[in-house]
């Protein structure tokens, strides 16, 4: 009689799971905010983590390298955390690999920033060789014409990031 329903058992088990689909993994959702920041997970979660990344920072590349794996596995993948990662330019460099994160579809970005980060030791020392005379030319050279009205402390995140990419900077009141 046990041998027989043994069988079955997993028989019946088996039934019941092939029409169960499997949970959501929010790891693949993406979603761009209207101030150009990637939220990864579930933009409804109930948690919701806000990360400021300067990718020429070497501690925000070893944040990434040893809790990324275990935020997306434990955290973001269930739905019940979202991270939100926005970008904290110090620089000519973090502003053309925050450009550069962004290229291409909203999906792209978790691979593009990964790659960035985690690869930061080895071209963040190209950066490092580089001359005065190089960095200098960074920065340097024929702006856009500035954004009217100029941005004020408390405008809007999109004019700052407009002030950003033509290179105002804030002033003191």
């Known amino acids: 009689m046990k041998q027989l329903l043994r069988p079955a058992l997993l028989l019946a088990t088996a039934a019941l799971t092939l029409g169960a689909s499997p949970p959501q993994d929010w790891n693949r959702t993406v979603t761009r905010t209207a101030q150009q920041s990637n939220v990864l997970g579930n933009p409804a979660a109930k948690v919701k983590l806000t990360t400021w990344v300067s ?10 390298q040893e809790s990324d794996a ?14 939100e990662i926005r970008h904290f330019v ?4 973090d502003l053309t690999v925050a450009m550069l ?59 700052w990031q407009r002030a950003a990419m033509t290179g105002w900077r804030s002033t003191a009141a």
């Open 101 to 159: 994160t962004n290229c291409g579809s909203k999906d792209k970005f978790p691979l593009n920033h990964s790659a960035f980060m985690r690869s930061q030791p080895v071209w963040i020392q190209t950066m490092a060789r580089s001359s005065k005379a190089q960095q200098a030319r960074w920065s340097t050279g024929d702006l856009p014409p500035a954004p009217a009205p100029l941005p004020t402390i408390s405008g809007s995140s999109r004019s």
């Open 90 to 93: 110090r620089d000519p460099v």
């Open 70 to 83: 275990g935020i997306k596995l434990k955290y973001i993948r269930s739905g019940k955390v979202s991270v």
């Open 55 to 64: 990718y020429t920072c070497p501690s925000c590349a070893r944040f990434e």
